[in-house]
């Protein structure tokens, strides 16, 4: 996929408290990459499909998908010189919308929303935001991120309807979890690569261990500590994916503190280990 903002690693290369929204033309990635924010992505012509968190997703024209990009994920078949836009939401507005918390949980987990039916409107209304977007002005800009906030929330409704779930629990928008979970997860992506454990996370965060926790099992569904574990492997994976860097480097600089824990936790999660899941990528 053609895009400037990230770098030849993979990585996001631009603020991962930014907003951003543009049009590319979609083709297949050599590699998986990350980055931190919720994705939207629309189709506007053809289709293409995901490997993301292990599984073959189909994308059709026409319909919004949205997944929490900090999953390593990957375009292997596109139609040629298919348009697509893509929506970039922070984790920490998407974690202050007022959805329902299973919902939430599910996408932070690997879960992957795909639009239930077409709406007719939806390839103009956001192919109007990109033109908007592209002229720069920061009201409207502003104006467009609301909409796209908006947006996200009818899809999840959307979805869950489709699926028969219920939608009654709300979050409720900057709740104490709410800002407690974003501080954490801001913490624990800055220093990841450090030496890490929960009371140390709740003494920067200036919050209880136990009240860090609870309150990162409310918002994500998950603990401090298991997002820790998630995230070093999201990173660890796309360093596989994109440099020669030996395993141990990778190892240590991830925070796993040996090659041994690495193995370890890398094939109890992964069901293979690093390096068959570099070979499987065709890398030496």
Known sequence: MTDDHFSRSGEWAGSPRSFLIERHTADAMSAAHWHDHVEINLLL??????LFN???ERVEAGRLVLF???IPHQTILVTPEAPLICVYLPLADF???SIEKKARQAIMQGAFVVEPRRRETTPATVSAWVEEWDRGDPVRRQLIADEA???VRRLILDHADDRGSSV???ATPAS???RHSEVLTDLINRHFSEPLNLADLGRRANVHPTTANRAFRDVLGISVMEYLTRYRLARAMQRLAETEDSILEIALDCGFGSSSRFYDIFKQRTGTTPRQFRLSLGKP
């Open 95 to 97: 974690l202050a919308l």
């Open 45 to 50: 012509d053809g289709a293409m499909t995901y």
């Open 149 to 151: 906030k908006l947006r």
């Open 176 to 178: 104490p979890a709410i």
């Open 54 to 56: 292990g599984r073959q």
């Open 168 to 170: 009654a629990a709300a």
């Open 68 to 70: 929490w990009a900090a």
